[in-house]
């Protein structure tokens, strides 16, 4: 640190009770209290620039220490309390341009000031009172919603359907069959429901889900002409399985977002029958199964030992279905019509036998109405114009939500017609039990 300079003295003489100095009075009345000197201009200037700073510098900081005793309640430091830093700025004095370490402590004692401020501001800040001081600034610029609100809410646009990038055309390949999206499909937040259809035409199968406006994605599934091969194709456990994990990826790739399986129905027409038998047997019941609908092809054999006798063996799983349909657990429907195959058992028989199973819930005999005929476009060709039959009914069982239905009729156009009417007979009760709540 620069040392400071001083003037030389002049000499005083004894008999000059003056001092030479400074002309002011004799040493005997010095004393007493004398009156301030006037100051020069350069003085003033000096001391202004000395201490200039350090009072705009304390008046801030008093507004702070003001300001903090406002918000938080509490008495804070006074400016009192930084008499030992102002003490060190009048030792290092006035700024000197000439020297640039002057210059850094001074900037130094500027933040040091500001941040010693802060902090005796905000000792006085307890956090009560500064969740009270935020809860007051939030109400003013958030003010509480009206009672409007959640109306508005309410009417907002929701987000976009989860079938909306979902690719409808053309039908994706599944093992043993196609997979197809009606257009009476749709889906908002990705859960989908599955009719798996075995055996017929895929185009009269797809047309007549959606005459029945059933909200289901489709699978149909053609291996053969007798029920042997449906048997089969599904005898080694997790078949049936790895089909709905097939669908489930199919799904997903063709566009629907967060698709979850919801319900399965296994539809199947004539030998179709087959794979369904095979399936309740083996199936590991972790599907969601909520409907069967078999249209005239619930057969069966007879008993080696008693030829005139049911296989029950055979009919033990939908013997099984047909009980927890009459509990009301899923849906089960049929249709037969009067043909008699002699080698197995007939359509009807089979019927009755269920019937027999569980007639001990309440059989409710229902009003003979004929279905709506329904004149299919996909089966304009499936039988010559002239030899087109429609459904003529002859009973109409319930037990529960076990469902049996029987028609007239012997011949081949008798029992292509349990196909092309399926829109008009068990989808519309499969499209009612699946159709949201009002």
């Keep these: 640190m620069a040392r400071r300079r001083h003037k030389p003295k002049r000499k005083q003489t004894h008999n000059s009770p003056v001092s030479t100095r400074d002309g002011g009075p004799p040493v005997s ?29 304390a008046r801030k900081t008093r507004s702070y220490a003001i300001v903090g005793r406002d918000i938080g309640r509490n008495s804070l430091v006074s400016i ?9 700025t009048q030792f290092l004095g006035p700024p000197d341009p000439h020297t640039r370490f002057r210059r850094r402590v001074r900037a130094a004692l500027y933040s040091v000031l500001a941040i010693v401020a802060l902090l005796f501001a905000s000792r006085g800040l307890s956090r009560d009172s500064l969740s009270n001081w935020w809860m007051r600034i939030h109400q003013a610029v958030m003010p509480e919603p009206s009672a409007s609100a959640p ?6 646009p929701a987000g976009p359907a989860a079938d909306e990038k979902l690719r409808r055309e053309r039908p994706s390949g599944i093992k043993g069959g196609v997979l197809l999206i009606p257009s009476t499909f749709s889906s908002a937040n990705g859960e989908y429901d599955l009719v798996l259809h ?7 199968v797809l047309e007549s889900v959606e005459a029945a406006k059933v909200n289901a994605v489709l699978g149909v599934i053609n291996l053969g002409v007798g029920s042997g091969y449906y048997e089969s194709a599904y005898t080694l456990p997790g078949t049936y399985e790895a089909l709905l994990a097939q669908v489930q990826q199919v799904v997903e790739d063709r566009g629907l977002k967060g698709a979850r399986l919801r319900r399965v129905a296994l539809m199947s027409w004539s030998a179709g029958y087959g794979a369904i038998s095979t399936i309740l047997q083996v199936r590991q019941k972790k599907d969601p199964l909520d409907a069967l609908l078999m249209a005239d092809g619930l057969h069966c054999g007879r008993l080696p030992e ?12 939908f013997v099984e279905a047909a009980k927890a349909a009459a509990n009301g657990k899923l849906l089960f429907s049929i249709t037969h019509s009067d043909i008699d195959p002699k080698s ?11 019937l027999e199973a569980v007639k001990e819930s309440g059989v409710k005999n229902v009003d003979l109405v004929a ?4 004149k299919l476009k996909a089966a ?3 039988v010559e114009p002239k030899l087109v039959k429609y459904l003529e009914p002859k009973r109409d069982v319930m037990v529960g939500s076990f469902h049996v239905r029987g028609f007239t009729g012997e011949t081949t156009e008798d029992h292509v017609a349990h196909l092309t009417q399926m829109g008009a007979t068990f989808l519309p009760e499969l499209a009612s039990r699946w159709a949201p709540a009002p």
Excluded at 199 to 204: E, L, M, P, R
Excluded at 306 to 317: G, L, S, V, Y
């Design 371 to 374: 279905p709506e005929r329904l």
């Design 380 to 382: 304009a060709f499936a």
């Design 198 to 204: 075995f055996h017929g035409d895929v185009k009269i």
């Design 151 to 156: 109306a508005e809410v309410a009417s907002a």
């Design 306 to 317: 008693r030829p005139k006798e049911i296989n029950f063996r055979q009919m033990a799983p």
């Design 344 to 354: 197995y058992v007939p359509t009807a028989e089979a019927a009755s036998y269920l």
């Design 29 to 57: 009345q010095r004393l007493l209290p004398e009156a301030p000197a006037p100051e020069s201009k350069p003085d003033k200037v000096v001391r202004r620039k000395t201490f200039g700073w350090v009072v705009r510098l």
């Design 80 to 88: 009192a309390e930084l008499a030992p830093i102002r003490r060190v």
